[in-house]
């Protein structure tokens, strides 16, 4: 057996609609194509990909973090991304890795589910210059 990659990550949540507006506004996940799998949620795409699958119909009290710590994507357009986030009012931090220099946001979802978007290290700092 080889892994080739990674298939999808899974969200819980109370609010299927709230969490697909949250994930289309904020990183441009798309909703398409999901089968009947008896219980409500939608699946988000990235290109082709169904990249994140929602599953509704649980309680508030149930959507507690596990094991996994966060989910990340690679992204594009790190000032475009900044400023979206921005005018969602979504707070976020922004950094740059060492070593490697990629560039990393990092925020949380509806639903408490931590979010990393991986941006290319020759990307410009979209901060810069400013004061």
Do not use: C
Not at 12 to 20: K, N
Not at 94 to 122: C, I, K, M, S, Y
């Amino acid at each position: 057996m080889a892994i080739t990659g990674m298939n999808h990550f899974t969200v819980l949540t109370d609010d299927v609609p709230g969490t697909v507006a949250f994930y289309r506004s904020a990183i441009g996940l798309v909703p398409g194509p999901r089968p009947d799998l008896g219980f409500p949620g939608a699946w988000l795409y990235a290109d082709d990909a169904a990249v994140l699958h929602v599953v509704g119909d649980r309680p508030r009290e149930q959507l507690r973090p596990g094991v996994i710590d966060h989910m990340a994507f690679s992204a594009k357009g790190l000032g475009d991304t900044l400023e979206r986030l921005d005018r969602l009012g979504v707070h976020y931090a922004h950094r740059r890795q060492a070593g490697a220099g990629t560039w990393q946001v990092f925020f949380f979802d509806p639903n408490g589910a931590r979010v990393e978007l991986d941006f290319d290290p020759a990307e410009p700092d979209p901060r810069a210059g400013r004061t």
